[in-house]
């Protein structure tokens, strides 16, 4: 895959397609870092401890049945599975599927001002392993 520009991601919590309610998505991926410097070092060393991983979802907010908020609203507290595809439809090596569990510890249902778009942010952990599937 060349460069593309994003307007298709396919974006899944549990089983429920959230595509067309989300306007932006970062999915960020760390590893600590463990200094391991000793004497008689001149530079600081490092090796890469325990990997963390967060998921930002930029939502356009829905109040209809199985919608945004009546998804969303019951999940807080809870985990959810999520999957990224960066091109939408079938997985591949050029389209990789990035999928995990999210921990929902924060929701804002009403996050807007007069004569705006009903629009919502959350920024959620992600519990265990983020895999990155190319088949």
Do not use: C
């Amino acid at each position: 895959m060349a460069k593309f520009v994003t307007t298709d991601y396919s974006i899944t919590l549990g089983t429920t397609d959230f595509s067309s309610s989300i306007a932006a998505v970062t999915l960020e991926v760390s590893a600590d870092e463990q200094e391991t410097t000793a004497f008689g070092n001149s530079f600081r060393t490092r090796i890469a401890g325990l990997k963390d991983a967060s998921l930002t979802l930029e939502w356009h907010q829905d109040f209809g049945a199985d919608s945004v908020d009546a998804t969303l609203w019951p999940l807080l507290g809870s985990e959810v599975s999520f999957e990224i595809l960066p091109q939408g439809g079938t997985v591949s090596a050029t389209n990789p599927a990035y999928s995990g569990t999210a921990l929902v510890v924060q929701y804002s249902p009403l996050d807007s001002s007069v004569g705006d778009l009903a629009t919502l942010s959350t920024t959620w952990p992600v519990t265990g392993e983020v895999t990155r599937a190319t088949a």
